[in-house]
């Protein structure tokens, strides 16, 4: 959750208000060379759409000119509902997904990834289902240049949770498009990765609606402290998976009591 101090010093960015349909937020970690082009593959993809929006880009800390290459797209483009905040230091991907649903203004909220892994038909297929459900859950049914060994751990993350919780669902990492304000109700308590899987298990234990779309995509993979693949990224799996098992217990004790 959002520390204190963010909306101490935040606050004149952050507002309950949902005068758009969609906020759409990019988190970025030393994207330089691949955040343009996922600038063009979302607005691309709003292009032929009837939907209000606005793109919240997240710069994390970056150590490159990530920043930099989206004030000057910012500027080559002064049409595009283009946002650029600047984290003070890297905070991770879960809480600038957090702030950034404090910051936004749509109704409806999706995370996009900086390193461009969705074409604009693949962010069209999720965006064309907004208000259909309460969560657009999508799942990667293609993807071009993902390691065996990646395929095979993402697959039993899935396995994993699904088991614990209960549930029956394709794919937890892929980006939800959920109700903004749910994100902001319910935004977890979980680092890395797993923040998304924790947030998708809760709204479903209250009785969210879903609807799951196919995704073609592309992995990019990463090296250092970029890559998936790291102690904190475990570290946040463990979590997520013995809080969705705790919180599966309570349920059920809660229901026959």
Known sequence: MPAPDFFRIHKDKWSLDSSLDLTIVIPCLNEEARIVPTLEAVTGAMRPLTISYEVLVIDDGSQDRTADVVENYQKAHPDLPVRLHRNPHNLGLSRSYIDGAFMGRGKYYRMVSGDNPEPAAALGAVFTK?????????????????????????????????????????????????????????????????????????????????????????????????????????????HTLLEIFIRRIRKRIFQKM
């Open 130 to 238: 907004l208000g259909a459900a309460d969560m657009i859950i999508p799942y990667h049914a293609h993807v071009t240049g993902k390691p065996r060994m990646r395929l095979f751990l993402s697959g039993l993350y899935t396995r994993l949770v699904n088991y614990l919780s209960g549930y029956h669902i394709r794919y937890y990492n892929g980006g939800a498009l959920h109700a903004r304000y749910n994100v902001m109700r319910w935004g977890p308590y979980s680092f890395g990765f797993g923040f998304q899987a924790e947030l998708i298990t809760r709204l479903l234990d209250e009785g969210a609606s879903y609807i799951e779309v196919p995704l073609d995509v592309t992995h990019v993979e990463k090296s250092g402290g970029n890559s998936a693949i790291n102690f904190g990224n475990f570290l946040s799996v463990g």
